[in-house]
């Protein structure tokens, strides 16, 4: 991986991703630099169909078949986008990467740890966010902040309808993560309005931001 910049936004749902994503993509744009913004899962045309299964509550896949729908998505969006955005020297932006799967996968659904790795690794081909922002909340207010969200309707919401324990365990996983890639993953507090949070995030992210 070389010539621009990866920054993923990781944490449970509702704790501010995407908004402090296109602020991040704002800020940029408004300095003259190049930006792609892409989702996981998603961001290619076979992985918005994967989404629509994975985020649907009638998929209902095993762990290990999540997992494996999630990587086919991770895949296509690093070979088809990622890399090339960051070869032709933008930013590339994502909310989510791998990340997620060893927090939700592994420390939400019990799958181990090393096997989501590594899998993780054959799907990202080598690629590996500069920085990671980790966006923290309260369990409970970060989940009921996604149940209330205009864009979760009866056909996404299957995470959202997760229990509070599956949430927490996802949380203790990103914490791990933290812990385990401290000059990676930075900890942002995502509480107060958006602007604040905002400063937080540039915070975080000095050293890789122009």
């Given at each position: ?79 088809q986008v990622i890399v090339p955005a ?58 009921s902040r996604a149940r209330r969200r ?61």
């Open positions: 991986m070389s010539g621009g910049c990866f920054i993923t936004f990781e944490g449970i749902e509702g704790s501010g991703k995407t908004t402090q994503l296109k602020l991040l993509a704002t800020h940029l744009r408004e300095r003259g630099q190049r930006v792609v913004a892409v989702r996981e899962p998603g961001g290619t045309p076979l992985g918005e169909k994967l989404r629509e299964v994975l985020l649907h509550p009638e998929s209902d896949p095993v762990p290990l078949a999540e997992l494996f729908l999630l990587e086919a998505a991770r895949a296509q969006l690093t070979a960051l070869a032709a020297g933008a930013f590339v932006l994502a909310d989510r990467y791998a990340d997620s799967s060893l927090a939700y996968q592994a420390a939400g659904r019990g799958l181990p740890w090393e096997q989501v790795a590594t899998l993780n690794a054959v799907a990202c081909a080598g690629v590996v966010p500069h920085r990671t922002v980790l966006l923290e909340l309260p369990v409970a207010i970060s989940l205009p864009s979760t309707t009866a056909t996404n919401r299957r995470f959202e309808d997760e229990t509070l324990a599956f949430h927490a365990r996802v949380a203790e996983g990103y914490q791990h993560l933290a812990r385990q890639f401290p000059d990676r993953v930075r900890i942002v507090d995502g509480t107060g309005p958006a602007e604040a949070v905002q400063q937080r995030v540039l915070a975080a992210l000095r050293g890789v931001l122009p």
